[in-house]
């Protein structure tokens, strides 16, 4: 797709519109969780704004937010009654919700073998499964150990990668 500046406003807003549309993102719990977390740390701040943008666009519509059993489960987890309300209320918006598979443990186990904790591993399987365009995840143990794969089907990125993702 062309650079937005480089065509007229009218048609860069509709092809704009159309690209993102077909987006489907993955939040992972630790993302899900950011706007809620100390915004002590410059970092933690910057992605927490990130996330709420992007679940404003998720809200408007303008990508898909994909949710998952495993994301459900994980949530309910948390002992923190504000912050699992948060999060549930997020995943109760969501557009696509991934059940768990035979195919998706399958694909989770072999994860785990390449050195994936297992929910991040379930996580990542689902969002394989559904074919998303980006799964989203602060977890920098998580991040690196997925750009060290060379097959995963779905591109793994920060909060703040992400967003300039959707900026372009």
Do not use: W
Not at 83 to 105: G, K, N, P, Y
């Amino acid at each position: 797709m062309p650079p937005r500046d480089s065509m007229p406003n009218g048609l860069a807003a509709a092809r704009y519109n159309e690209y993102i549309d077909r987006m489907k993102v993955y939040l992972d719990t630790c993302s899900l969780h950011r706007p809620v977390d100390n915004k002590a740390e410059l970092r933690v701040a910057m992605e927490s704004e990130a996330i709420l943008g992007i679940l404003a666009l998720a809200q408007i519509q303008a990508v898909t937010l994909v949710s998952s059993e495993v994301l459900a489960f994980e949530v309910d987890q948390n002992p923190h009654p504000q912050r699992r309300a948060f999060v549930s209320a997020v995943l109760d918006r969501a557009q696509v919700e991934v059940l768990l598979t035979d195919a998706i443990e399958h694909r989770a186990e072999v994860l785990v073998q390449r050195g994936f904790k297992p929910l991040d591993a379930l996580h990542l399987a689902c969002a394989e499964a559904e074919r998303v365009d980006y799964f989203c995840s602060c977890d920098d143990r998580l991040l690196n150990k997925a750009h060290e794969q060379q097959d995963l089907p779905v591109k793994v990125v920060s909060p703040l990668e992400l967003a300039k993702e959707l900026l372009r």
